[in-house]
């Protein structure tokens, strides 16, 4: 069975300051990866997918995500922070042959001013 | 792009009392739904699978009979909360993937709350 693990309950980064969500998953066969954001009270809205091909994926808002293989690992970046990035942010994986997404727990993305 | 719906946004029932959550693909047709549940501060975790014409796949330790799913038609899977206990408050939002695309979109969540 998939699952995926995001190991960073909080990350705190200064505004203007380049940020690292981090992610690693476990599947039996090929993974699609994906990573959310959450918003308070808000559902989800999506930020990129990995799918095949290029290991950097360029997604919504600036945000960019490295699927490593060797490392099981789809760490989800951005150059430099806004304040209104701060938020929740799932990571996600569907194993290929599989029809269920599967979360992480969430890391909670503070931005400080 | 793809839209889903959810109805209501937000709901508070009386404990006993069932509650039926509509999700609804508004322009694509989707013969896969799937109902999350998350609590607060918390992830989302996988209830059931929903195929259009059959009975919903749950996962452990989900009670099929208290979380009633029908996915009668390619645009609309409805959860049935039966007997709605105070634990049963959370954030409840659906998924639906398009039959053509395989594309997966989430609805935006309805907050249910049982007093």
């Known amino acids: 069975a998939q699952s995926v693990a995001q190991p960073e309950d909080q990350v705190n980064v200064a505004e203007g300051n380049p940020l690292t969500v981090k992610c690693t998953y476990s599947v039996s066969g090929n993974p699609y990866l994906f990573w959310y954001v959450q918003y308070p009270n808000r559902g989800l809205q999506f930020l990129l997918k990995?799918?095949?091909?290029?290991?950097l994926v360029k997604g919504s808002y600036g945000f960019e995500a490295e699927f490593n293989k060797s490392q099981t690992s789809f760490h989800l970046k951005k150059p430099s922070a806004l304040v209104s990035d701060s938020a929740l942010y799932f990571c996600?994986?569907?194993?290929?042959?599989?029809?269920?997404?599967?979360f992480g727990k969430g890391t909670r993305l503070h931005i400080l001013p | 792009g793809a839209v889903v719906s959810q109805h209501p946004s937000w709901v508070i029932c009386k404990s006993g009392t069932s509650v039926k959550i509509e999700c609804r693909s508004l322009?694509?047709?989707?013969?896969?739904m799937f109902w999350y549940r998350q609590f607060p501060k918390q992830s989302l975790m996988l209830m059931a699978t929903s195929n259009e014409g059959s009975k919903a796949t749950y996962e452990q330790g989900v009670e099929k009979d208290k979380f009633l799913i029908n996915h009668a038609s390619l645009t609309l899977s409805t959860l049935t909360v039966t007997s709605a206990h105070p634990e049963d408050s959370s954030f409840y939002i659906c998924s639906a993937r398009d039959s053509v695309s395989y594309e997966q979109y989430f609805g935006p969540g309805t907050r249910l709350t049982v007093t």
């Open positions: 322009d694509f047709q989707a013969t896969t």
């Open positions: 990995y799918i095949t091909g290029d290991n």
């Open positions: 996600a994986v569907r194993d290929m042959g599989d029809d269920k997404i599967i």
